[in-house]
């Protein structure tokens, strides 16, 4: 069983920053790319960062210049951290890995979700 947990999301005025936190735990024989989503009221879940096992990076370019993805390896864990926050950043935030587990088979890679997390950007 792997679990991706996220956490850091929040309230957060105009201009504002915050730092959202995915941590993967479980049976885990290395991961590859890691991804922050998010998904707005009424709107399609949309790729927000992207980072691959070796640090290569992609953005959307409504948060290129603002928000920064990066990874602990050790730790299994990948970061967002977004900065001059604005109103329609506001969305329920979600990490997903593609993560190769243990299997009878052998080492097979899954797709994973973490719950998602709120963030809001209200005055």
């Known amino acids: 069983q792997v679990q991706l947990v996220e956490s850091g999301g929040g309230l957060v005025q105009p201009g504002g920053s915050l730092r959202l936190s995915c941590a993967a735990s479980?049976?885990?024989?290395?991961?590859?790319?890691m991804d922050w989503y998010r998904q707005a009221p009424g709107k399609e879940r949309e790729l927000v960062a992207h980072i691959t096992s070796g640090g290569s990076t992609n953005y959307a370019d409504s948060v290129k210049g603002r928000f920064t993805i990066s990874r602990d390896n050790a730790k299994n864990t990948v970061y967002l951290q977004m900065n001059s926050l604005k109103p329609e950043d506001t969305a329920v935030y979600y990490c997903?890995?593609?993560?190769?587990?243990?299997?009878?088979?052998?080492?097979?890679?899954?797709?994973?979700w973490g719950q998602g997390t709120q963030v809001t950007v209200s005055s």
């Open positions: 479980g049976s885990i024989v290395s991961i590859n790319a």
């Open positions: 997903n890995a593609r993560i190769k587990t243990p299997t009878w088979r052998g080492p097979y890679e899954y797709d994973y």
